[in-house]
């Protein structure tokens, strides 16, 4: 029986269901979602509704596939740094960081008619790869706690999306789209629990992990004179949360024709607490020659909340004639409540993640 409040506590820290984070957590579970499909979807802040991926729209938007002139080519990679850091009541506090692959992206586009387009393509939406350990802490005195057991991690996997996808322009005023394909993958991980203080064999679990699941996205996209609303959403499947996306943009006709947007996107869309996300952005055109400017700045407010974290961003999309070099820097915080009985002995887990992405986009028109 004195081993219960321990047991409380180590369930309270890594639950997957209570805690959103890069590295340990999401490892187990759902993995860390790689929200930068490419280059310029990142740097206008992870944005899923407005256009910004081009042929990779079917991973988003699919209604963008209508804005493509002819056929398209686009790839992308990146590689995220993740810092997670477990505050304690009072004076614990714990430091886990790491470097993971980011996205990796390959889809084409093509124009079929005035009002008719076609998408292909995969990329990789979720890593689940960490190696290290996660401290489980016991509360000794009255500020005062020890190291009651050592988790050692080791996790591997990815989780893919393989789509096709079209857009429909049904009017001048509505442009829908739908792509569908398969989000599979696999990984597996070793845990071994280490008990610091009593004499016992350490407690060695695996999983092995499969996915094969249908996924959907849809989109619309509503061009009015005094802007663009935008409207996209997917699925849920086994290891990835469901998404709706909501957006505006206008374009500008000052500075040749720079656009100004916002979007809001919710994640886990059937749960009572759902996560929120929300960004503002800008897309500044020709201020060099060539070369367009993106900066987007947002909030993200994780389900299990403790405070309402911050993201920034910045790209720019360099025009090489019939080839597009997109490069972008984004930066995403998030802080969760991290609760246990007896005792709150976990006050709160903030995460934070550096995305570094760069692709090309070739037309073939």
Not at 212 to 236: E, Q, R, V
């Amino acid at each position: 029986m004195k081993n219960i409040p321990a047991l409380l506590l180590v369930l309270s820290v890594t639950c997957p269901s209570l805690v959103q984070a890069w590295g340990f957590h999401d490892a187990l579970d759902y993995g860390s979602p790689i929200v930068a499909v490419t280059p310029k979807s990142s740097a206008m802040g992870g944005v899923w509704s407005m256009p910004s991926a081009g042929p990779a729209s079917i991973f988003l938007n699919p209604a963008e596939l209508s804005t493509l002139d002819g056929t398209e080519i686009t790839v992308g990679t990146g590689v995220i740094q993740w810092s997670t850091y477990t505050y304690g009541e009072h004076t614990f506090s714990q430091i886990l960081s790491g470097t993971i692959l980011g996205s990796l992206t390959a889809a084409a586009g093509f124009r079929l008619s005035d009002r008719i387009s076609l998408g292909v393509g995969v990329a990789r939406v979720s890593d689940f790869g960490f190696e290290g350990e996660n401290l489980e802490i016991m509360l000794e005195g009255p500020g005062r706690y020890k190291v009651y057991a050592v988790n050692n991690l080791d996790s591997r996997g990815s989780l893919w999306e393989v789509n096709t996808g079209m857009s429909f322009k049904l009017s001048d005023w509505l442009i829908a789209g739908a792509s569908g394909g398969l989000r599979s993958g696999s990984g597996s991980w070793t845990r071994v629990y280490n008990l610091v203080y009593e004499s016992v064999p350490n407690d060695t679990t695996s999983l092995d992990w499969d996915e094969l699941d249908f996924c959907a996205h849809i989109g619309f996209l509503m061009p009015f004179k005094f802007g663009t609303f935008g409207i996209s959403g997917t699925n849920a499947s086994g290891r990835y949360r469901s998404r709706v996306a909501i957006g505006y943009q206008k374009d500008l006709e000052i500075l040749n024709g720079s656009t100004l947007g916002l979007e809001v996107d919710v994640q886990s869309i059937e749960e009572d607490n759902p996560a929120v996300s929300g960004k503002f952005f800008a897309v500044f055109s020709e201020m060099i020659p060539c070369v367009r400017s993106i900066y987007s700045v947002g909030f993200d407010r994780a389900s299990d909340y403790k405070r309402t974290g911050l993201c920034l961003s910045t790209g720019a999309c360099i025009d090489l004639g019939r080839m597009d070099l997109d490069m972008a820097i984004s930066w995403r915080s998030r802080s969760t409540a991290g609760f246990s009985f007896p005792e709150p002995h976990i006050d709160n887990i903030d995460d934070s993640g550096t995305y570094f992405n760069a692709g090309l986009n070739w037309k073939l028109y």
